[in-house]
């Protein structure tokens, strides 16, 4: 540990980190020997479960053939076969994909390429974001701008980041026309919206209806603003549809994917746009065109892994498995509504949330469960549970026991 610099983590006062040896399903397998139900997925990205073998199939298949080249003036099959399920799969027409290797510059490059929309254009100056209070789009520093500036983990930043809009979602007419006002009065300024579907994620598992999302893409389109939806936790199944702006009858302007993308196996992250957004690019300018590229991106390995996750939600039941976890959640987790301390109890798709009224020491709290054989990382006042979609029925349930067995007696001494 003497070199090792961990994340979200206070390194003077940190508990010492479980060392993890091997995976498999839902297991997670330490050094001292003990196993883990994992309840997260390893931050919502292993869907398939870990170690899933078709997968690692095609990882092996991929390695022996090329594990890397630049694309920079060369494609590869892998990339080309995935851009084009990943156009056939999103809803409406994102029909050109731009890969990157982390959600946080998926969302970096939509922000980039919204702003050089307008430019492109003829328009200067719509360079501000519009974003959600409770919204988390990332770490990175264009990403932190369009956090909550006060709840999020990134308020220290505050005055030193871009000044974006914040707003706040409109749940009801009156908030809808809240929001239209905002853009009518600011649209000259404005480059996007920028929305965590259904779900926000990091800033604390807080869901709205798909109404609220169609409220946001028909005030948009009013407007003339590009929408931006951040599926990067959402997408690939966790919230009951393949991707929730589905459930909304929404196509965004412009949309990005991340975490489930290669089932947890590698880093891979995508930016797709609609036509007319890309078109925007399209010049005999070169200073038109999109200046970006990672050096990883459309890594052979990962899009590999990626075109075999899509194979496992083609080929194997996911989505009836989400539906399932979903009703196992709600019944597992409905006795926590009556535990003292317990503000609020939801579910959505494969996503289980026990919010309180306060937690304490959350890392405290992740010791707890891990004592007991589980992996929960609560934070902030949430324990939540986004566990792989092919976990067992007696692994959830054991999940959702313990998380109401340990909760009345943490919260009596928070």
């Not at 990626?306 to 996911?318: G, I, V």
Request: glycine residues 8%; hydrophobic residues 45%; proline residues 5%.
């Amino acid at each position: 540990m003497q070199h090792v610099w961990l994340p979200y983590t206070q390194m003077r006062t940190a508990r010492q980190p479980l060392e993890a040896v091997s995976t498999q399903g839902s297991l997670i397998r330490l050094k001292d020997g003990r196993e883990l139900i994992d309840g997260i997925a390893s931050w919502w990205t292993a869907c398939h479960g870990y170690n899933h073998p078709h997968i690692q199939a095609a990882l092996r298949d991929q390695l022996e053939k090329m594990p890397h080249v630049m694309f920079g003036g060369l494609v590869h099959e892998p990339a080309l076969r995935l851009a084009e399920r990943l156009a056939q799969k999103t809803p409406g027409d994102l029909n050109h994909v731009f890969f990157v290797d982390s959600g946080s510059v998926a969302v970096e490059v939509a922000m980039k390429m919204a702003v050089q929309y307008w430019l492109n254009r003829g328009e200067r100056g719509r360079a501000k974001m519009v974003s959600f209070r409770y919204g988390y789009h990332g770490d990175t520093m264009a990403c932190m701008s369009v956090c909550d500036p006060d709840e999020s983990m990134h308020s220290l930043f505050k005055d030193y980041l871009p000044k974006q809009i914040l707003a706040e979602l409109p749940v009801d007419p009156a908030s809808e026309q809240t929001f239209d006002d905002l853009l009518a009065r600011n649209r000259n300024q404005i480059a996007a919206v920028l929305i965590e579907p259904l779900v926000q994620g990091a800033g604390g598992m807080k869901f709205h209806s798909p109404e609220v999302l169609r409220r946001v893409a028909q005030v948009c389109a009013r407007h003339g603003v590009l929408l931006i939806a951040d599926e990067i936790f959402v997408g690939f199944g966790r919230t009951g549809t393949l991707f929730a702006c589905e459930q909304a009858g929404v196509t965004p302007d412009i949309l990005c994917l991340g975490k489930g993308l290669t089932g947890g196996a590698l880093s891979l992250a995508a930016t797709l746009a609609r036509p007319h957004v890309y078109h925007a690019f399209l010049a005999d300018d070169p200073a038109r065109a999109l200046m970006h590229g990672p050096t990883f991106m459309a890594n052979p390995l990962a899009c590999a892994a990626a075109n075999a996750s899509l194979d496992l939600f083609e080929t194997e039941p996911r989505l009836s498995q989400v539906a399932a976890i979903e009703t196992q959640l709600r019944e597992g987790l409905a006795p926590c509504a009556q535990i003292r301390g317990v503000l609020d109890v939801r579910v959505k798709g494969a996503i289980g949330v026990v919010q309180c009224a306060t937690l304490g020491d959350t890392a405290a709290l992740r010791a707890t469960f891990a004592e007991k054989g589980f992996w929960i990382r609560p934070f902030a006042d949430i324990v939540y549970l986004t566990p792989a979609f092919t976990i067992g029925k007696d692994q959830l349930a054991a999940l959702t026991t313990a998380i109401c067995e340990t909760l009345p007696e943490w919260l009596s001494r928070s």
